[in-house]
Each structure stands twice: as structure tokens, then as C-alpha cells.
């Protein structure tokens, strides 16, 4: 394992320069999900739910998380996303919704805490539209899936 990146030599958090860095195509994909009542499902998948429509604003909700991440996460760096998806799929084995997010960047650091920003305020807008529904939800295995480019290259989870 490396040593840790976002500390100084006395312990002490800190942004990691990557000034040195070369400017490469960078990639990551991040995954979790909202496990519910198959009734709350149900609520998702027939348009039924009070506040509208529950994936379209989670997808949007994601879209703006990865682009923000630098203002929720102090040690980010700000980036220029040049893309984000995010995928919402219902899931009547879990039962619930799968979301998956992909962020691209052309740059000197990668985009994988913006994928996994992406990936919790989507679950997390699922939960707020439907939890007069279902409260007993649970957002679960929220992780990275794979990331490419940079200096550790390629990784994918097992």
C-alpha cells in the first residue's frame, strides 16, 4: 500500500500538488444502491411516488454531486468534467435501484471521489423522494467499480 497522499511530513491534512503531474484522459466508475419494501419499488417503477419523478432527479442529482465534489469534500481538487452518467436501474432482486456513475476528466488528478459523490447523492435523492413510502430503506455497497489513467493506472474491483 502507498503511504497516504493528503497528509505533510507532521500528520497534517493537505491538497496534494499535482502541478508535476502530466494532464491524461482519467475515467472511474462507481456503484451502490437503495435496497426497499418491493412496494416502494413498485411506487418507482409506476411513476406513483408523491414528489415526482424519483429517478430523473436522482440521475440530475448525481450529474451535480460529481460536479461539486470539490465543494463537499475538503481536499479535492476542481476539476473540468468533461463527462458524467448516471444510471439508475431498478432492481426487483435486491429490491431496489442500482445506481452506477461514470465521470471522465482530461487532467492531473482523478475523478473517483466525483464518481462516488455521484453515486451517494443519487441514493440519497431515491431515499428523500420516497421515504414517506419507506422509511426502513437502506443505502448499501456504495464503492468503486474501476478507475483508468494516472500514474497507478488501471484498477478494477475484483
Known sequence: ?????????????SMVDVSDK?????????????VMRPETLALIR???????????TARLAGI????????????????????VNVDCVLDESLPGVRIIAEVKVSGQTGVEMEALTAVSVACLTIYDMVKAADRAMRIENIHLRQKSGGRSGHYEKP
Do not use: F, Q
Not at 1 to 13: E, F, R, V, W
Not at 22 to 34: F, I, L, N, Q, Y
Open 22 to 34: 502530466d494532464s491524461t484522459p482519467r475515467r472511474a466508475v462507481a456503484e451502490g444502491c437503495v
Open 64 to 83: 451535480m454531486a460529481a460536479k461539486k465534489t470539490h465543494d463537499l469534500i475538503p481536499l479535492c481538487h476542481p476539476l473540468l468534467i468533461s463527462k
Open 46 to 56: 409506476d411513476g406513483d411516488a408523491k414528489k415526482g419523478d424519483v429517478l430523473g
Open 1 to 13: 500500500m502507498n503511504s497516504l497522499t493528503h497528509l505533510d511530513a507532521t500528520g497534517a491534512a
